[in-house]
């Protein structure tokens, strides 16, 4: 154990003996450090006496394009390709809802159930398999959750009862839920810096836009935990204080509040866009003969489009801000979502009256939505220490789907119908206004307009809440913004197996009791005080950084 005193006085203990948190030399500058020991001052990971620290220390974590191995490229690329498949499953169903609901003979509310009840045993799931990720293998996890998720897939598209068929569409979310969780936090041990930005930018592509499970076992790298920060002998902790830290963590507990706001609305848009377009498109006189299958193939095109630049720009805006402003993450998230408010409210009321111009608005709209999915994860990843991060993504899944994309196909769904009930209560039913048998053609064609006018108009007036909730997702990444520069400074910390000792009067005790700040361990005892005005207190045994008085 060494002791060194930094700027304000306070003692930095750095420890490598058994049990503890390592001193590490990773070259991740997450914040500015005068510790030249620690953490290179160099912009390219060197330490201040000009040496490579990755390579002095042969930690082997690429800073570069350049240094990424072949195994390390591999492994992105199966769990990019995975992840692509996994999202394009997702929402297949959303193009064809329309011809689902003819085929079963359901309603809205039912068609929003499908994604519901997927959602559900998605992000019940998940925290069980972050609880495993931070334990146990992780490459052999996903490869069980992909065999069934592939299983359940391919069982479902059989199915012709609607009982049997969400059956089905419900353990499709465990297979999910497997791989969801784990593979962002392999990424994170992998990379670091703007490495791991960019490596996450290329991951999170699959949104808008057997064999691999035996892929995933026998080739692909399952990192230590930390690695790439230099934290190798890290260790598990109990699960009641990973919650403990998790719900003490500001950063990650707004972050969370802001992604499940933008759960709710991608789950909405994905969910209910192609059939509210198509809806909208017909009642256009020119438009009558469009089909289904035409809108939700153009409404692909632009959020794959939105998807791939929103991602790119977003990545990339981190990677410039983030160097100068330490809080540029969280902020961009929040403009991005503000931003396509107003452009998603233009569009839901164009679509009606206008052709190509709602698509214009929905490329732009979710362009700015789009910004937040590659800082959204190195936010988490950044503000939690390497042994909780899947235990952290579990339930910034769990939440985030629960109160987000879990319920909003099926209550916008459900509030359609309540509309439509009422618009249809207000309007005459022509057919029995109508005597003659000569105008019995007409009168159907009355009340199939009518019938497509309240649908589309109780669908629009639904939509209309994921604007309301987008702007509150807004205002939360704001609030992250606010924190994000401490939170991050201690994860860092933490990482790199740095204990601080603040200062405290210890009113002529000799031993004072003090807890962990991330209530990582027991309490401990502190000895061999200092008895002078400005006492120290030489630490022991302890499992993290910064130490307070325990109340």
């Given at each position: 154990?060494?002791?060194?005193?930094?700027?304000?006085?306070?003692?930095?203990?750095?420890?490598?003996?058994?049990?503890?948190?390592?001193?590490?030399?990773?070259?991740?500058?997450?914040?500015?450090?005068?510790?030249?020991?620690?953490?290179?001052?160099?912009?390219?990971?060197?330490?201040?006496?000009?040496?490579?620290?990755?390579?002095?220390?042969?930690?082997?974590t690429p800073l570069r394009l350049c240094?990424?191995?072949?195994?390390?490229?591999?492994?992105?690329?199966?769990?990019?390709?995975?992840?692509?498949?996994?999202?394009?499953?997702?929402?297949?169903?959303a193009g064809v809802l329309e011809d689902i609901q003819r085929d079963f003979q359901i309603d809205n509310s039912y068609g929003g159930l499908l994604q519901t009840v997927f959602i559900i045993s998605y992000m019940v799931c998940a925290p069980i398999f972050g609880y495993l990720g931070d334990r146990y293998s992780r490459r052999w996890i996903m490869a069980v959750g992909v065999v069934l998720w592939s299983a359940t897939t391919l069982l479902g598209s059989f199915m012709?009862?609607?009982?049997?068929?969400?059956?089905?569409?419900?353990?499709?979310?465990?297979?999910?839920?497997?791989?969801?969780?784990?593979?962002?936090?392999?990424?994170?041990?992998?990379?670091?810096?703007?490495?791991?930005?960019?490596?996450?930018?290329?991951?999170?592509?699959?949104?808008?836009?057997?064999?691999?499970?035996?892929?995933?076992?026998?080739?692909?790298k399952d990192p230590e935990r930390g690695e790439s920060e230099g934290?190798?002998?890290?260790?598990?902790?109990?699960?009641?204080?990973?919650?403990?830290?998790?719900?003490?963590?500001?950063?990650?507990?707004?972050?969370?509040?802001?992604?499940?706001?933008?759960?709710?609305?991608?789950?909405?848009?994905?969910?209910?866009?192609?059939?509210?377009?198509?809806?909208?498109?017909?009642?256009?006189?020119?438009?009558?003969?469009?089909?289904?299958?035409?809108?939700?193939?153009?409404?692909?095109?632009?959020?794959?489009?939105?998807?791939?630049?929103?991602v790119t720009v977003g990545s990339l805006l981190s990677q410039k801000l983030v160097e100068k402003h330490s809080f540029a993450d969280p902020f961009i998230c929040g403009i991005g979502l503000l931003v396509s408010t107003p452009l998603t409210v233009a569009a839901i009321v164009t679509v009606s009256f206008l052709t190509h111009v709602p698509f214009i608005l929905i490329l732009f709209a979710q362009f700015s939505l789009n910004l937040n999915w590659p800082i959204l994860a190195d936010?988490?990843?950044?503000?939690?220490?390497?042994?909780?991060?899947?235990?952290?993504?579990?339930?910034?899944?769990?939440?985030?789907?629960?109160?987000?994309?879990?319920?909003?196909?099926?209550?916008?769904?459900?509030?359609?119908?309540?509309?439509?009930?009422?618009?249809?209560?207000?309007?005459?039913?022509?057919?029995?206004?109508?005597?003659?048998?000569n105008l019995n053609s007409l009168s159907l064609t009355l009340n199939e307009?009518?019938?497509?006018?309240?649908?589309?108009?109780?669908?629009?007036?639904?939509?209309?809440?994921?604007?309301?909730?987008?702007?509150?997702?807004?205002?939360?990444?704001?609030?992250t913004a606010v924190f994000i520069t401490e939170d991050k400074h201690e994860a860092s910390q933490a990482a790199q197996g740095k204990l601080k000792c603040v200062k405290y009067s210890n009113n002529n005790k000799n031993v004072r009791r003090f807890r962990c700040g991330f209530n990582i361990g027991k309490n401990i005892e502190t000895t061999e005080c200092d008895k002078s005005s400005s006492a120290y207190y030489k630490i022991e045994l302890c499992d993290i950084h910064e130490l307070r008085p325990s109340v």
């Open positions: 154990m060494t002791n060194n005193t930094d700027d304000n006085g306070e003692v930095i203990i750095d420890r490598t003996g058994a049990g503890a948190l390592p001193t590490t030399y990773s070259s991740q500058q997450l914040m500015q450090s005068s510790d030249s020991e620690s953490v290179g001052n160099g912009g390219d990971g060197r330490a201040a006496g000009g040496v490579d620290n990755n390579e002095n220390r042969n930690h082997g240094h990424v191995s072949r195994s390390q490229w591999f492994t992105v690329t199966v769990l990019c390709f995975v992840n692509l498949i996994n999202y394009m499953d997702r929402f297949t169903i012709k009862e609607f009982g049997w068929f969400i059956t089905f569409r419900a353990l499709v979310g465990i297979g999910e839920a497997s791989y969801s969780t784990i593979a962002p936090t392999i990424i994170s041990d992998l990379f670091v810096r703007g490495l791991r930005s960019k490596m996450l930018a290329v991951f999170y592509f699959a949104i808008p836009v057997g064999v691999i499970a035996a892929i995933l076992i026998l080739i692909t934290g190798h002998n890290l260790r598990a902790t109990a699960y009641k204080e990973d919650l403990k830290y998790l719900m003490k963590n500001r950063s990650f507990v707004f972050s969370t509040m802001a992604f499940t706001c933008v759960a709710f609305v991608t789950g909405a848009l994905a969910w209910w866009s192609p059939t509210f377009i198509y809806q909208g498109l017909k009642l256009q006189p020119q438009n009558e003969d469009i089909g289904l299958n035409d809108v939700s193939f153009r409404f692909g095109a632009v959020t794959t489009a939105s998807g791939i630049l929103g936010i988490l990843l950044y503000v939690v220490v390497p042994t909780r991060r899947s235990t952290a993504e579990a339930f910034q899944i769990l939440i985030s789907h629960t109160f987000g994309d879990a319920g909003s196909p099926y209550l916008i769904g459900l509030i359609s119908e309540v509309i439509k009930r009422n618009l249809r209560s207000s309007s005459p039913n022509i057919a029995n206004l109508v005597h003659s048998s307009t009518i019938h497509s006018t309240t649908s589309f108009y109780s669908l629009q007036y639904a939509l209309f809440i994921v604007c309301f909730v987008e702007v509150l997702g807004g205002i939360f990444f704001l609030i």
